[in-house]
T-cell receptor
């Protein structure tokens, strides 16, 4: 199993450009998440999905959109990138929400917006 | 809102010394607590998950304790090695949250000197 993979690993954008980050998992997990990690702030949830065809906002959703057309994929879109979106983006998934269910993380996408 | 704090932000120890990493959280109504390891430029690797009904979990040289009533968890790493150098993050899942997310601390960056 590849686990959770993310594409691309690095990207540099100019202000106003758009892009899509792809997350894929091969563990048949229902729940998927997009977090961003900024220095000194830990990880913050952007959007999440509790199953194919569903999406919901997390704590910092502004400027981002997501789609979950297939169970194994979760896409994060930036329609008009801003320097404040310079960050490291992590995708995660879990197969349930019981007390013993772990979240599994991808390797991250490092995004710089100039 | 759940707030998770990790102090200190950075720690440097000589090889062989035991490591003690602290995590505190403001809302004791948690489902579980997870400790992660993050190497520079990499994703998060789950180390230990402690359910709210448990007091501790052990894996090899790692031992994590949980005192839910006081809102604290401690990660102990015995006989530290240079390969233990990384950032360690704790995360909690709280009861009553609708977004299924984990609340993360900002992490403790550990350097083990050879």
């Amino acid at each position: 199993n590849a686990g959770v993979t993310q594409t691309p690993k690095f990207r540099v954008l100019k202000t106003g450009q758009s892009m899509t980050l792809l997350c894929a998992q091969d563990m048949n997990h229902e729940y998927m998440y997009w977090y961003r990690q900024d220095p000194g702030m830990g990880l913050r949830l952007i959007h999440y999905s509790v199953g194919e065809g569903t999406t919901a906002k997390g704590e910092v959703p502004d400027g981002y959109n997501v789609s979950r057309l297939k169970k194994q994929n979760f896409l994060l879109g930036l329609e008009s990138a801003a320097p404040s979106q310079t960050s490291v983006y992590f995708c995660a998934s879990t197969d349930g929400w019981g007390p013993n269910n772990e979240q599994f993380f991808g390797p991250g996408t490092r995004l710089t917006v100039l | 809102k759940q707030e998770v704090t990790q102090i200190p932000a950075a720690l440097s120890v000589p090889e062989g010394e035991n490591l003690v990493l602290n995590c505190s959280f403001t809302d004791s109504a948690i489902y579980n607590l997870q400790w992660f390891r993050q190497d520079p430029g990499k994703g998060l690797t789950s180390l230990l998950l402690i359910q709210s009904s448990q007091r501790e979990q052990t894996s090899g040289r790692l031992n994590a304790s949980l005192d839910k009533s006081s809102g604290r968890s401690t990660l102990y790493i015995a006989a530290s090695q240079p390969g233990d150098s990384a950032t360690y993050l704790c995360a909690v899942r709280s009861y009553g949250s609708n977004d299924y997310k984990l609340s993360f601390g900002a992490g403790t960056t550990v350097t083990v000197r050879a």
